[in-house]
């Protein structure tokens, strides 16, 4: 079993690098462009490990209604403080804890955060997956449920470092997969 989730989980990488391919192909994000942000959203869904940086970027810039996180027990502790940093109540903000050796456990939970979503009226181009924290695991898991409903994911990446810190203001939010754009290349 573990060798056929291994395989499983190599192509759903390779999936991943074949979705960037395509779409740093025809459109390569310029420095400062952010171009993730400039999308609203009215729900975002975060893979989320331990350092919060990146969600506070998110949520500050993006300003979601309703936001998912997938976390671990050992991550759930970054979720409560920024629930509690955001004001997130149970109307707008769900959590799920995930097993982060279990792939299919975290496709069937972001799942169920996308039909939560949906339950609350908004459409899959309302929607984003950030997978920038967490597992390589929940990466994978998230994007791979987003990517079958056609919902975008998103990554902020760091273009410069100090002392293996970030610099604050050199992040850069891109997509990793962009639902509205995918469609057009393949019609």
Same mark, same amino acid.
């Given at each position: 079993?573990?060798?056929?989730?291994?395989?499983?989980?190599?192509?759903?990488?390779?999936?991943?690098?074949?979705?960037?391919?395509?779409?740093?192909?025809?459109?390569?994000?310029?420095?400062?462009?952010?171009?993730?942000?400039?999308?609203?959203?009215?729900?975002?869904?975060?893979?989320?490990?331990?350092?919060?940086?990146?969600?506070?970027?998110?949520?500050?810039?993006?300003?979601?209604?309703?936001?998912?996180?997938?976390?671990?027990?050992?991550?759930?502790?970054?979720?409560?403080?920024?629930?509690?940093?955001?004001?997130?109540?149970? @109307?707008?903000?769900?959590?799920?804890?995930?097993?982060?050796?279990?792939?299919?456990?975290?496709?069937?939970?972001?799942?169920?955060?996308? @039909?939560?979503?949906?339950?609350?009226?908004?459409?899959?181009?309302?929607?984003?997956?950030?997978?920038?924290?967490?597992?390589?695991?929940?990466?994978?898991?998230?994007?791979?449920?987003?990517?079958?409903?056609?919902? @975008?994911?998103?990554?902020?990446?760091?273009?410069?470092?100090?002392?293996?810190?970030?610099?604050?203001?050199?992040?850069?939010?891109?997509?990793?997969?962009?639902?509205?754009?995918?469609?057009?290349?393949?019609?």
């Amino acid at each position: 079993f573990a060798a056929i989730a291994g395989v499983g989980g190599l192509a759903l990488l390779a999936l991943i690098y074949k979705t960037i391919a395509i779409f740093g192909q025809c459109q390569k994000p310029l420095r400062g462009q952010n171009i993730a942000f400039q999308v609203p959203r009215r729900g975002l869904i975060f893979t989320v490990g331990l350092q919060p940086e990146t969600i506070r970027m998110a949520l500050k810039d993006q300003k979601p209604e309703y936001v998912g996180f997938l976390c671990s027990t050992r991550s759930e502790p970054t979720v409560s403080l920024l629930m509690e940093e955001f004001n997130c109540d149970e @109307d707008h903000c769900i959590k799920k804890v995930v097993n982060t050796n279990d792939i299919k456990d975290i496709r069937t939970e972001t799942g169920l955060i996308l @039909d939560w979503m949906a339950s609350k009226g908004l459409k899959s181009s309302d929607i984003a997956a950030d997978i920038t924290g967490g597992t390589t695991t929940m990466s994978v898991g998230a994007f791979s449920m987003t990517e079958e409903r056609n919902v @975008d994911s998103q990554y902020i990446f760091c273009r410069q470092y100090e002392k293996n810190t970030c610099v604050d203001g050199t992040q850069e939010a891109v997509f990793v997969s962009h639902a509205l754009f995918i469609a057009r290349r393949f019609i």
